[in-house]
């Protein structure tokens, strides 16, 4: 998911106090670089945590009904394709 510089991205404006602005600055520190990267991060967490609740909803309902290795399976397939 990696933004690649082209102009197809979106602008999100975010406001911080002055002195941190300046920090930034004096430190050379490329803020759109590390937003993008934590937002990147972020949302792979989130979505994570909403495919285990996921997982933990359906082992619920189909506990004794379907082989754990058959699960496991589907789960390595899952994350093959991000």
């Known amino acids: ?3 690649d510089g082209g102009l197809t ?6 406001r911080i ?4 602005k300046e920090k ?3 430190l050379n520190v490329n803020v759109s670089e590390i937003v993008r990267g934590f937002l ?6 989130v979505e994570m945590k909403r495919l285990e609740e996921r997982l933990r909803r ?3 309902r189909l506990a004794g009904k379907v082989d ?3 699960i496991a399976e589907l789960v ?6 991000r």
């Open 1 to 3: 998911m990696y933004y």
């Open 40 to 45: 990147e991060k972020y949302v792979e967490e």
């Open 68 to 70: 754990p290795t058959i």
């Open 9 to 14: 991205g979106t602008v999100i404006s975010v």
């Open 58 to 60: 359906l082992r619920i």
């Open 24 to 26: 930034l600055e004096n």
């Open 17 to 20: 106090p002055k002195e941190l």
């Open 76 to 81: 390595r397939e899952d994350r093959a394709k």
